[in-house]
């Protein structure tokens, strides 16, 4: 490492959704420019990528390494 790398996230639970190796169900709770969106995760709130999916707020979607892969219930 140069030392010039980016910090990675910073994990404050035992599982993260910006880095963990499982899926998540989240709900958005505010959509961000740049196909981001913050998500409630029932213990904190995340930003995370939803340039996969089609959501709104209020939708439960399901999240990967940071990353929505489905919609689950609007």
Known sequence: MSGREAPGPE???EVCITCGDTA????VIELLDL??????TGESREEVSVALVSTAVG???????????AVVRR
């Not at 196909?35 to 409630?40: E, I």
């Not at 939708?59 to 892969?69: F, P, S």
């Open 11 to 13: 994990c404050h639970d």
């Open 24 to 27: 998540v169900e989240v709900t």
């Open 35 to 40: 196909d981001l969106a913050v998500v409630d």
């Open 59 to 69: 939708d439960t979607v399901l999240v990967h390494a940071g990353e929505a892969i």
